[in-house]
């Protein structure tokens, strides 16, 4: 067996489901102070593996921070988090959020996508 194909097969099994956990947060490279934090892991078709999650806004124009999808995927395998810079979410981080899925409007948003308010605490713990 050549080099060349173990390091494929090696790459093929790389799995993004072992190299992160629920709740992992990152800042987003394209959003000034969006955070996306992981919620759970799926396998969508033909086998590529991805994630899904909640974005929110820490750092808006004005006003207070705000949840900016309560349905987000990532993309496939090895490009999931490209350009994603990992950070731990703090206590600060965690009133805000708790704060904003107090929000009658922010509930009906979570409550119209696949994702639960129970998953998100769950989740920021």
Known sequence: MKLTNIIQEAKEETNIH??????DAFWSPMGKGELFILLSPYTAAKGVK??????FNFKPNYGDPYLVS????????????????????TSKMKKQIQKIL????????????????????RAIR
């Open 70 to 89: 309560a349905d987000v995927t990532t993309a496939g395998d090895e490009h999931a988090f490209k350009g994603y810079k990992k950070t731990k979410i």
């Open 50 to 55: 991805k994630w899904t999650g909640v974005e």
């Open 18 to 23: 072992r190299q992160y956990e629920v709740g």
């Open 102 to 121: 107090k929000d009658p409007e922010e509930l009906d948003r979570i409550e119209r996508s696949n994702t639960s308010v129970r998953e998100i605490e």
